[in-house]
């Protein structure tokens, strides 16, 4: 009866196993996350990456020995027939001295490199491109206080060079990540943090808000654009002209129309309307067009998405602040062709 | 004395107590070891808005009026001497005498209340400094309303009993560890405010402000 | 005792039930009041585990509706409330009560009504906690403004009310006035502090049951070492508590009085109250594990039939884990832009945690070594606890490299290790001293089959749960997140599978224990051969503990008391020993002498009622119900005080 039933366990076991492999054997084709932390592509994301991977592989055997260990001593002394009772050994001060010690030398090994990586990594370098950003309940807002340019979600930086974010919150607790450039910085409001970002090659980086920051947390992304010294000297000055007159009679003129009427309590279009910069705003739209994602980054940029935004914005980032306006579809319409003029 | 403590042990423990203290002395060391973090975090809390620049004052530490609550502290500071004079008076039997210091000691920790609700009475009406002015402010009331609570609770406790000796013709050699107990809890928060007044008032009084 | 005393007495006739309804509401026993901590913490555990499916239902699709975003935020914010202050804790407490007396010869603790009082203070908290969703219907509840900031969608409705929904540190200024204008957090605020006033109390009562009450010749280093643990975490919740309490008050007069510590507007510093909650936050983490590697600490030996490799080592490290426990908060803001000194302090505090914590397992890996293992349900699940918490102990390594956690904090990865920890950890242990300690307060044995059943189902869902977390972590799926991204819905249905698969091995427990407590195997007086003094009594346990109090002679009493050894220092047991236990155990039925307990008393119950009155006054506090709650709160506490202060521990006799 019993050895059976030990045999059924035994077999549901190995059945499980079977399961878990061939699971993970499908699994190995899955691509990687945008978000992934593991691919770094700049130099501090890269310093990062070396010292996790170490320290990785240390924790990995002594994973492997403790676990093999126990695995070892369940085989060895499990109780059986006619196995002698065990004498009654009460400590070994030898022992104790050594597993305090060899951990301890292990741990100071792993300190070393810890340390110098905090003192290279938190403080920024003189001469990086300085960069502030603003965390605001559900996107992130970038200044460049060098060229007088401001956007939103997506941060155009110069690559192959240092960019020194200077971060604060308009509201609650944000924490910019780009996991591809550096790991994550808090916006606390009303103080300021820093953090170092470098991207080796010109690209785009995904990014999230990772600190809990409402409603709308994980909606809350963020993405930086490195370009070339050239691409980014254009988009500089591209970004410092205001936008152009819509046509008469052209339906972006009727979009301007609704933007005046219905969307200037909190957004700014250079030079229909200035909202100063630190009353409470959404996202400067003069340049609207020359970003890919909307609602801070919930969508990608497209007719229908954006349409859908515009619609019912509380319907795809709940809690939004840009409140369900009850634009007609006409209104909808012309506001987009007036947005699509904001290159 | 020793004796005292042995009669108030708890009847149903016939084993021995390891330490020599009494279980309720022992649970008062305890509890009063939690209340030191319980200021030590106000102090701290308050101290760390001290250097800093609000947009709406005053700062607690721009009206603190030094002269007026030195007294009150020297008032708290002499409470305990009449309440070791009360535990020295029970320990003689001499009942009377306890009652007398108990009450006085109950009278100069309120004359200390008082003091407190005249200060906060003067930086709410005079000086405009409220519970939502600043988190400095915020965090002197909270901080010196906490003490001052801790300070009312143990008024009640010296009056209950006085009390119970006036109804009962005297405390017993059972209650007389209560009195011992609430000796501890009362210098406990007079040292406190000793560290109150140190710490909080006279380092951080900003001179001539006032 | 003195007239007065019985004069006082007649205003509530004692209650004098020694069985049923009345009896569980009244008694100051500390094993009552242990079980009436293990059922609702298990209770509780049953909620939260749901709370827990719930999320992992709405996590199966990357971009699943099956819960609201505002539901969402509620969910896991309560479960991590629910399985931290109201599972883990009182299960802990649980067997404390039971056992702190039992293992140190004792007949009850210092203070046994006390020990009732935060018993009910601790269910009222619970109750009151989660009587915020109540509240989410009654709009405009009594002069404050509810809603949530912003526009939501009118689908977006939340059916789970006013759950608190700022995560269950409630950084500020997110869980402020401003940005969660509902009442939710003022409940998890309040009902916390209600909570914390029942630890604070268990902690004094027990630490100085710990150091008056030890039975004669129970020196310090012959104490079992979970009573170890029991007294470090005492310590540990002593010092902590008051911080934490600081913190929720600075929150709630924030909220309610119109303070600003936290607001950055008016320079408030949000940051500090995460020091505030960390420094108590941290220690919390060994409140909460500490007791489990007691528990395991005691079940190893047994199973193993060999003292406890190193014990002085075992104790010093667990309380150096806990003076460590202290110093490295800090670790919690490595990304919240503390100074790099800060950041190098804590990293190496952080660092140094883990040899205390190394030198335990190896301790318990050294008892198991050339030992006689009986691998019954409660070894299972030590050596659950051992191999699962090693993992965890090995990822808390790699965040102690700070630059790494700039990477992992406030992902899945951190997720996985905690819940390595505090799952594969505190509950595992926890669990397997239940499956040990049934007997004793059962008299049976749970069902060792279904408890090898239960384990092994435990151990492949919780390891497919919680082991492809380190891995979304590390592919950036932040926690916390309503939405993730596509290509990590693989991962995340094999974790909600192994999330049920966790549930149907609490339905396994479920039925075991049921069946066992009615038709297990009587279990004797020692059914596990086992060595410390709470076996030397009958099961279940008499009321009165032991009939006569033992005298201790070393540590490991009891099985001394059986066993002898040989030139070679194997264990021969003594001729006399079954007839010792035969001995001890009719003593234990048939006390040769009666013994005095404690009488049972309305004042704990009564007393603990006064807490959320107040705290639903404080709440309310704009309306005069508020203030009339209020006052009535002080009222019914202060009316029990003088009844409790009156009424003597024990009736004359």
Redesign the interface.
């Given at each position: 009866m019993l050895p059976t039933r030990r045999k059924k366990l035994g077999r549901l076991l190995v059945l499980t196993a079977l399961a878990i492999s061939l699971a993970s054997c499908s699994i190995i084709g899955i691509p990687d996350s945008p978000l992934n932390s593991l691919d770094p592509q700049g130099p501090f994301a890269e310093r990062i990456d070396n010292l996790f991977w170490p320290v990785f592989w240390v924790a990995t055997v002594v994973f492997v020995l403790v676990e093999g260990a126990m695995v070892v001593s369940l085989f060895l002394f499990r109780d059986r027939p006619g196995r002698k009772e065990p004498r009654q050994i009460h400590g070994n001060n030898k022992l104790e001295i050594m597993w305090t010690i060899i951990p301890a030398v292990i741990l100071a090994s792993i300190a070393i490199p810890t340390v110098r990586g905090i003192t290279d990594l938190t403080e920024c370098g003189a001469d990086a491109y300085p960069i502030q950003v603003i965390g605001h309940q559900w996107w992130f807002e970038y200044r460049y206080p060098q060229e007088e340019v401001v956007t939103g979600t997506e941060l155009v930086m110069p690559a192959g060079r240092e960019v020194c974010a200077t971060m604060t919150s308009e509201d609650v607790l944000h924490n910019f990540w780009i996991p591809a450039l550096n790991g994550k910085r808090y916006l606390v409001p009303g103080q300021e943090t820093q953090l170092r970002l470098e991207a080796f090659e010109p690209g785009t980086f995904i990014g999230q808000c990772a600190e809990f920051c409402g409603l709308s947390h994980s909606l809350m992304r963020a993405r930086a654009v490195a370009l070339t010294e050239d691409e980014f000297a254009s988009w500089v000055s591209s970004q410092q002209e205001p936008a152009a007159q819509p046509a008469e009679g052209s339906e972006a003129a009727a979009g301007l129309e609704v933007f005046l009427n219905r969307c200037t309590q909190c957004h700014t279009v250079d030079p229909f309307n200035v909202v100063a910069l630190d009353e409470f705003s959404g996202p400067d739209l003069t340049h609207f067009m020359s970003r890919d994602t909307i609602a801070g980054g919930a969508l990608e940029y497209s007719r229908e998405n954006l349409t859908r935004w515009l619609a019912n914005p509380p319907e795809v980032k709940p809690g939004s602040y840009m409140p369900d306006l009850g634009l007609t579809q006409e209104e909808i319409d012309s506001l987009i062709a007036f947005l699509e003029t904001l290159e | 004395m020793t004796a005292a403590a042995h009669e108030a042990q708890?009847?149903?423990?016939?084993?021995?107590?390891?330490?020599g203290?009494e279980?309720r002395k022992?649970?008062m060391w305890?509890?009063l070891?939690?209340?030191f973090?319980?200021f030590?975090?106000?102090i701290t809390?308050y101290l760390?808005?001290v250097g800093?620049?609000?947009?709406?004052g005053p700062k607690p530490s721009e009206i603190y009026d030094i002269p007026f609550t030195s007294v009150s502290s020297f008032v708290l500071l002499m409470s305990s001497l009449t309440m070791v004079l009360a535990h020295n008076a029970l320990s003689r039997g001499d009942q009377g005498a306890t009652r007398t210091w108990l009450l006085a000691t109950a009278m100069l920790g309120s004359v200390f209340l008082a003091g407190q609700v005249f200060e906060f009475t003067e930086f709410i009406t005079l000086e405009n400094m409220?519970?939502?002015?600043?988190?400095s402010a915020?965090?002197f009331?909270?901080l010196t309303g906490f003490h001052g609570t801790h300070v009312a609770i143990g008024v009640i406790m010296l009056l209950s009993l006085f009390g119970l000796s006036k109804r009962?013709g005297g405390l017993?050699n059972?209650q007389f560890l209560n009195l011992e107990l609430v000796g501890l809890y009362w210098h406990f928060v007079d040292i406190i405010w000793i560290v109150i007044f140190t710490v909080v008032y006279l380092l951080t009084a900003v001179p001539g402000a006032s | 005792m003195t007239t007065a005393a019985e004069k006082a007495t007649t205003i509530f006739r004692r209650p004098r039930a020694e069985t049923g309804f009345w009896s569980w509401l009244t008694t100051v026993d500390h094993k009552k009041i242990g079980i009436l901590y293990g059922y609702t913490a298990f209770i509780f555990f049953v909620i939260g585990g749901a709370e827990a499916l719930l999320l992992r239902i709405h996590l199966a699709s990357a971009e699943s509706n099956v819960l609201s975003a505002a539901d969402y935020n509620g969910l896991f914010t309560t479960h991590g409330l629910t399985m931290i202050f109201l599972v883990v804790m009182p299960m802990s407490a649980a067997f404390m009560n039971y056992l702190l007396p039992l293992m140190i010869g004792a007949r009850d603790v210092a203070f046994p009504r006390l020990n009732a009082l935060s018993y009910w203070i601790f269910l009222f908290g619970g109750i009151f906690l989660y009587s915020g969703l109540l509240f989410s219907a009654v709009a405009p509840p009594l002069g404050v403004v509810p809603g949530i900031p912003g526009n939501l969608d009118p689908s977006d409705a939340r059916s789970f009310g006013a759950l608190p929904d700022g995560g269950w540190f409630m950084y500020q200024p997110n869980a402020a006035q401003e940005f969660s204008p509902s009442l939710a957090i003022d409940f998890a605020a309040l009902g916390l502090q209600i909570l914390g006033v029942a630890s604070l109390i268990s902690a004094v009562n027990f630490i100085v049951t710990f150091f008056n009450l030890r039975a004669k010749g129970m020196r310090l280093l012959r104490v079992p070492v979970f009573i170890w643990m029991t007294v470090v975490v005492a310590f540990l919740l002593l010092f902590s508590l008051p911080i934490i309490a600081i913190a929720l008050f600075m929150v709630t007069f924030d909220r309610q009085f119109g303070t600003l510590f936290f607001d950055a507007t008016a320079g408030g510093d949000p940051i500090l109250w995460q020091h505030l909650f960390w420094l108590f936050g941290h220690p919390e983490v060994y409140i909460l594990i500490l007791p489990a590697m007691g528990i395991v600490s005691e079940i190893i030996p047994v199973f193993s039939r060999k003292p406890l490799f190193g014990y002085a080592a075992v104790v010093f490290a667990g309380a150096g884990i806990a003076f460590l426990g202290f110093g490295v908060w800090a670790h919690h803001m490595f990304s919240s832009g503390i100074t790099t000194v800060a950041q190098v302090g804590f990293g190496l505090t952080t660092m140094t945690i883990a040899i205390p914590t190394g030198v335990k397992i190896f301790n318990w890996m050294g008892t198991m070594w050339l030992g006689r293992l009986q691998l019954k349900t409660p070894m299972w699940f030590a050596i659950g606890f051992l191999t699962m918490f090693t993992i965890g102990g090995l990822s808390g390594v790699t965040h102690a490299v700070v630059p790494s956690d700039w990477q992992q904090t406030d992902t899945y990865y951190i997720v996985a290790h905690f819940h390595y920890v505090l799952f594969g950890g505190a509950i595992f242990g926890l669990f397997g001293g239940l499956y040990y300690w049934f007997p004793k307060f059962s008299g049976r044995m749970m069902n060792d089959r279904l408890g090898k059943v239960h384990f092994w189902l435990w151990m492949i869902g919780f390891n497919m749960t919680f082991a492809p977390m380190h891995w979304l972590g590390l592919q950036g799926m932040i926690r916390r997140t309503w939405r993730y991204d596509p290509s990590l819905e693989t991962w995340n249905r094999i974790v909600t599978v192994g999330a049920f698969i966790i549930a149907i091995g609490l339905l396994v427990f479920i039925f075991n224990f049921r069946t066992s407590k009615r038709r297990g195997e009587i279990a004797g007086m020692d059914p596990w051969d086992a060595r410390t003094l709470e076996w030397s009594i009958p099961n279940p346990t008499p009321a009165f503990n032991f009939a006569e109090v033992p005298i201790v002679h070393g540590l490991d009493e009891f099985w001394h008391q059986k066993y002898t050894e040989d030139k070679t220092g194997r264990p021969i047991r003594k001729p006399e020993a079954d007839e010792q236990v035969a001995r001890l155990e009719d003593i234990g039925i048939n006390p040769p002498e009666p013994v005095h307990l404690p009488n049972p008393s309305y004042f704990p119950i009564v007393m603990a009622a006064g807490l959320p009155l107040i705290a639903y006054g404080i709440i309310f506090h704009r309306s005069i119900a508020g203030k009339a709650l209020i006052v009535l709160g002080v009222v019914i506490a202060l009316a029990a005080l003088i009844g409790w202060g009156s009424e003597p521990l024990e009736e004359a006799h």
């Open positions: - | 708890s009847p149903h423990q016939d084993l021995h107590e390891s330490t203290v279980n022992l649970a305890a509890f070891s939690s209340e973090l319980f030590g975090a106000l809390n760390l808005y800093r620049e609000f947009a709406s409220t519970l939502a002015t600043n988190p915020s965090a009331y909270v009962m017993t059972r | -």
